[in-house]
Structure formats: structure tokens, C-alpha cells
């Protein structure tokens, strides 16, 4: 069982940044992809970035393309979602999510664990 905790959402104004972090239980960290998906009120959930076990392969949305990064630190079991630029549609909760091992990293259906979110309101 893998437990993910995201922290780091907040309020800010457009064009401010955030960065989330996202700290994953177990010491298997390594052994699967890791993804941060957003949802809105209303809306349909949004993939938003991914990355593989190994940290050499990105998936971005191209709503963020060029705006958000993901990285991860396996020796310290936390995946990051740095954020600039943002803007008033980035408005949702941020959900970190992990695959298991062998299973697709690139999209949303090979998520098999899901955090609690974290709020992201950005400002006009």
C-alpha cells in the first residue's frame, strides 16, 4: 500500500508561481511513475504532468507545457510540480498520484494511488 501526501497549494496572484511537493510512503518509490493530475468544480479531471521511475521521461498537458516542470528525488520518496506563470484556469485541486510497477506512466488509467489534493486558487 503506497500513501501520497501532497502539500504546497496555496492563493496567488497570475502570474506568481507555487511549487507542490508530494511525499510518498514505502521504499519503493523508485519502482513506479508518478503524475500530478488537477480537477476544477464542475469539470473533468485534467492530467496535467507525469514522470517516469526513473526521472528521464515527462509527460506535460499542453495547457502547462513550457509553464510547469515535474521532477522527483527517489533517495527522498517526494515528487515536485513546479508552477510559474500561473494563471486564473490553473484554479483547481492538485492530486499526486503513483502507478505500479510496469504499468503505464503516461497516462491517467495506469494510476492506481491517489493523494487527498491540494488547493491551487490563482487570482485574476
Same mark, same amino acid.
Given at each position: 500500500?503506497?500513501?501520497?501526501?501532497? +502539500?504546497?497549494?496555496?492563493?496567488?496572484?497570475?502570474? #506568481?508561481?507555487?511549487? @507542490?511537493?508530494?511525499?510518498?510512503? #514505502?521504499?519503493? &518509490? +523508485? !519502482? *513506479?511513475?508518478?503524475?500530478?493530475?488537477?480537477? /476544477?468544480? $464542475? %469539470?473533468?479531471?485534467? &492530467?496535467?504532468?507525469?514522470?517516469?521511475? +526513473?526521472?528521464? !521521461? =515527462?509527460?506535460?498537458?499542453?495547457?502547462? %507545457?513550457?509553464? &510547469?516542470?515535474?521532477?522527483?528525488?527517489?533517495?527522498?520518496? =517526494?515528487?515536485?510540480?513546479?508552477?510559474? !506563470? @500561473?494563471?486564473?484556469?490553473?484554479?483547481?485541486?492538485?492530486?499526486? /498520484?503513483?502507478?505500479?510497477? $510496469?504499468?503505464?506512466?503516461?497516462?491517467?488509467?495506469? *494510476? /492506481? *494511488?491517489?493523494?487527498?489534493?491540494?488547493?491551487?486558487?490563482?487570482?485574476?
Amino acid at each position: 500500500q503506497v500513501q501520497l501526501v501532497e +502539500s504546497g497549494g496555496g492563493l496567488v496572484q497570475a502570474g #506568481g508561481s507555487l511549487r @507542490l511537493s508530494c511525499a510518498a510512503s #514505502g521504499r519503493t &518509490f +523508485s !519502482s *513506479y511513475g508518478m503524475g500530478w493530475v488537477r480537477q /476544477a468544480p $464542475g %469539470k473533468e479531471r485534467e &492530467f496535467v504532468a507525469a514522470v517516469n521511475w +526513473s526521472g528521464g !521521461s =515527462t509527460y506535460y498537458a499542453d495547457s502547462v %507545457k513550457g509553464r &510547469f516542470t515535474i521532477s522527483r528525488d527517489n533517495a527522498k520518496n =517526494t515528487v515536485y510540480l513546479q508552477m510559474n !506563470s @500561473l494563471k486564473p484556469e490553473d484554479t483547481a485541486v492538485y492530486y499526486c /498520484a503513483a502507478t505500479t510497477y $510496469g504499468s503505464s506512466w503516461y497516462s491517467l488509467n495506469g *494510476y /492506481a *494511488y491517489w493523494g487527498q489534493g491540494t488547493q491551487v486558487t490563482v487570482s485574476s
